[in-house]
């Protein structure tokens, strides 16, 4: 095997447009790919490097609003718990935990994340 990262996790969203304002102006990630493929919009957000997360409508059988457990990493946790309640998250913490200090929030649809210091 030669896998070296993950290079894409997919978010199930139920606006696009909505999902895509609320990654990039509330968690400051960058719009790295945003195309259309007949009925289907390929839309990649993420911080500078790293893994990105594609912000896709639901395929059949799911929907929005089912992720849970991805951890986002975080150099100045209090300074990005400001920034994310100003702009208008509810978020939960900053909680001391044996392995740090975390926060948990949503997005507009429910995903589920929890963001680190």
Do not use: C
Request: net charge negative; aromatic share 10%.
């Amino acid at each position: 095997m030669a896998i070296e990262s993950v290079k894409t996790v997919t978010v199930f969203v139920s606006d696009q447009d909505r999902a895509r304002d609320f990654y990039v102006d509330a968690l400051g990630f960058e719009v790295k790919i945003d195309q259309t493929f007949g009925g289907n919009r390929w839309l990649e957000v993420g911080p500078a490097s790293g893994t990105s997360l594609v912000l896709h409508k639901p395929f059949p059988g799911t929907s929005a609003g089912g992720g849970r457990g991805t951890l986002f990493a975080s150099s100045d946790l209090d300074a990005d718990v400001t920034h994310l309640q100003s702009v208008g998250v509810v978020v939960d913490g900053p909680n001391e935990m044996p392995w740090g200090r975390q926060v948990t929030f949503s997005d507009p649809d429910g995903n589920s994340y929890v963001l680190q210091g």
